[in-house]
């Protein structure tokens, strides 16, 4: 299993600015993924990170608008650059240890005004 | 890519019928299909899973069947408690793994007394 911290829980941001999310597990992993879930919605993966190298982004998510961090095989950060209100979602990242069962953080709520 | 439906968006039962959920996927090399719950504010959990070279697989009140020829699978629950009560979403990988999963867009179940 793993258990995952994410920081912020929520924010309120405006229009143009940027956060920054951070996402800590507490075992090693070689790999991270950020998902983001729009209300109401479904989860679709924005970019997966891997430690040593740069991260591997989705069709329609690009390092621009997304850049990601890996600094070591326990952390990771995903910015939401230059915000729009249609950025509002919860951003969530995920692992996968054991190869068997992807576990979640808590999910960041964003709220772009 | 890969892309996945998932049937009903919304359903309601009553408390000990059953429940189905039902998801089809497009890719043939996809080969890994999770099942998670997602209660209101919550991060999404595993409930039940299975690969490719399983047709059916159960635990306790919950089933998942896959018909690979089909490419389609789908969740059961028996005997339905109102903590049943979630988002459930299916999702689909080809890497045999939880990494880079593809997701269904959700059904949101209601147990009613």
């Known amino acids: 299993s793993a258990v995952i911290s994410q920081k912020p829980s929520r924010d309120i941001c405006q229009r143009g600015t940027s956060l920054t999310i951070q996402c800590q597990v507490d075992?090693?992993?070689?790999?991270m993924f950020w998902y983001r879930q729009q209300p109401g919605q479904s989860l679709t993966l924005i970019a997966t990170a891997n430690q040593g190298s740069e991260a591997t982004y989705e069709s329609g998510f690009v390092i621009d608008k997304f850049p990601i961090s890996r600094p070591n095989l326990t952390f990771s950060t995903l910015t939401v650059s230059n915000m729009s209100p249609e950025d509002s979602s919860i951003y969530l990242c995920?692992?996968?240890?054991?190869?068997?069962?992807?576990?979640f953080g808590q999910g960041t709520r964003l709220t772009v005004v | 890519g890969e892309n996945v439906e998932q049937h009903p968006s919304t359903l309601s039962v009553q408390e000990g019928d059953s429940a189905v959920i039902k998801c089809t996927y497009s890719d043939s090399a996809s080969n890994y299909f999770p099942w998670y719950k997602q209660e209101l504010g919550k991060r999404p959990q595993l409930i039940i899973d299975i690969r490719s070279n399983v047709g059916e697989k159960k635990d306790q009140r919950i089933a998942v069947t896959l018909n690979k020829t089909a490419k389609h699978f789908s969740l059961h629950i028996t005997e339905t408690q109102p903590e049943d009560s979630a988002v459930y979403f299916c999702a689909a990988s080809m890497s045999g793994t939880a990494s880079k999963l593809t997701f269904g867009t959700g059904t949101r179940l209601q147990v009613t007394l």
């Open positions: 995920s692992v996968d240890p054991g190869h068997t069962e992807a576990f």
């Open positions: 075992s090693q992993v070689t790999m």
